[in-house]
């Protein structure tokens, strides 16, 4: 994924071998940014679709907390991509899309350790992405309990719908 002037570029072979050209029919919601959330700064990348293959994508995060060292987390597997169109926003005005807004949850690895889930919701609320756009990230451990929580609206960076 390569971002230029505000848009992300997927018209290209990803890492996982998969041509990664938007097809007509195909969903997706890509972006890369950052957000604060009380003393977290989350640094993000992700890239996500709905289509008649199925679901994919992927997510990176990197938590930098005050005075500590940062965490990681990095998506395996993405089980559960959810899109819709939110009435209160537009992603932009061209091309209208019908869809500014995803769900998506799966299994990685939290800083070394395999066996957790996520959970992610973005949205495209608009250009610029920066003060507009909004990102969320919860990681719960094996056992349920929730070690990261962070969202907010993006500081720097942009979520693109791309439909």
């Known amino acids: 994924m390569r971002q230029q ?5 997927l018209g290209e072979q990803g890492g996982d071998g998969v041509d990664d ?18 003393e977290d700064t989350v640094h993000f990348a992700f890239d996500v679709r709905e289509s008649a293959a199925g679901e994919r994508g992927y997510l990176l995060a ?5 005075r500590t060292k940062p965490t990681f987390f990095i998506a395996t597997h993405v089980s559960e991509v959810q899109m819709s169109d939110s009435p ?10 019908g869809v500014d807004t995803v769900m998506f949850a799966g299994t990685g690895v939290f800083n070394g350790a395999t066996g957790y889930h996520f959970v992610v919701n973005a ?11 909004t ?29």
């Open 5 to 9: 002037h505000g848009r992300t570029d």
């Open 21 to 38: 050209e938007v097809q007509a029919g195909d969903a997706v919601l890509a972006g890369a940014g950052t957000v604060v959330s009380g």
């Open 62 to 66: 990197q938590v930098r907390r005050t």
């Open 88 to 97: 209160s926003y537009t992603p932009g005005t061209n091309p209208a899309s």
């Open 123 to 133: 949205a495209d609320r608009g250009e610029p992405g920066r003060d507009h756009d």
């Open 135 to 163: 990102f969320s990230l919860t990681v719960y451990a094996p056992n349920g309990q929730v070690v990261l929580s962070a969202s907010g609206v993006l500081n720097y960076g942009n979520i693109q719908s791309l439909r």
